[in-house]
């Protein structure tokens, strides 16, 4: 499917159409975002998410103005009429007549079908997905130039990462159903296929990478970008991501020995 050719938005007019269509039916008026968010799919294959919801919002704001305009002047077109506001006029799901009485466009004027408060609800629900977009957008420009950790002997000795993979599952920091495969990964500086389950607590791991990293720098040095590294490559028991922000704390776990002698094998 392309949607040039099948759901086109090459014209203001085109645009203007496709969000007034959002007042279709009851279901799209009570429910904006969910009209708005099949409409870009429709779409996505032509336009950003973001220029789409822009774009969106940027037109119902003038469509809510030409409207604004209309009711100023009784629910008739105004004098000094634009296309723009014909189009709202014109509009069946807008300003129409009652269905339930018979030959009602011969005898009675044009009626509002929508409340006022439809465009500022169409509007605050496109302003949703333009926040819920840009916050998605942010969360992925934190994302880790690099995805793991290199460890420096890697290419040289890497039986020393098989014998810390074991151990670590002997002491019970590392799921024991963690293949070998997924762990090398890790020290690998490679992408991160499936993170590591860490069935310690979050402050022995904190110590593990600490010592890995600054301590006794045995991988390769990731500046300030380690604490994104390290929820990249694992994750806690219950399957989700680490807070960041919280891993790093500077708390000596009662584990510290268990886990520097862990370490040595990677000398």
């Given at each position: ?39 870009f ?5 032509v ?22 305009q209309i009711?100023s ?44 408060s439809?465009f ?21 420009s934190?994302k ?44 690998s ?20 990478i ?58």
């Amino acid at each position: 499917m392309n949607s040039t050719y099948n759901y086109p938005l090459s014209t203001d007019y085109m645009w203007f159409k496709m969000i007034l269509e959002s007042f279709k039916d009851q279901t799209s008026r009570d429910n904006p975002v969910e009209y708005f968010m099949h409409q870009f799919s429709l779409r996505k294959d032509v336009f950003s998410s973001t220029f789409f919801f822009s774009r969106s919002k940027e037109r119902a704001v003038s469509l809510q103005k030409a409207f604004e305009q209309i009711l100023s002047n009784n629910n008739n077109l105004p004098d000094f009429s634009s296309s723009i506001i014909d189009q709202v006029y014109k509009c069946e799901f807008v300003f129409g007549y009652d269905p339930s009485v018979e030959f009602a466009i011969l005898t009675e004027e044009k009626r509002l079908l929508i409340k006022e408060s439809d465009f500022d609800n169409m509007i605050s629900a496109i302003d949703s997905l333009i926040l819920k977009n840009s916050t998605v957008k942010s969360v992925k420009s934190k994302k880790p130039n690099q995805s793991s950790f290199r460890y420096k002997k890697y290419d040289t000795a890497p039986l020393k990462i098989n014998k810390l993979y074991k151990e670590l599952k002997r002491k019970n920091f590392i799921h024991p159903d963690t293949k070998l495969v997924n762990f090398k990964k890790v020290f690998s500086g490679g992408e991160i296929i499936k993170p590591i389950i860490w069935i310690g607590n979050m402050t022995e791991l904190g110590y593990f990478i600490k010592q890995l990293h600054n301590e006794l720098k045995y991988v390769e040095d990731l500046i300030y970008q380690k604490w994104l590294v390290t929820i990249n490559c694992f994750i806690s028991k219950d399957e989700t991501q680490f807070d960041r922000t919280k891993i790093g704390v500077q708390i000596m776990p009662a584990s510290s020995r268990i886990i520097d002698s862990l370490l040595e094998v990677l000398k």
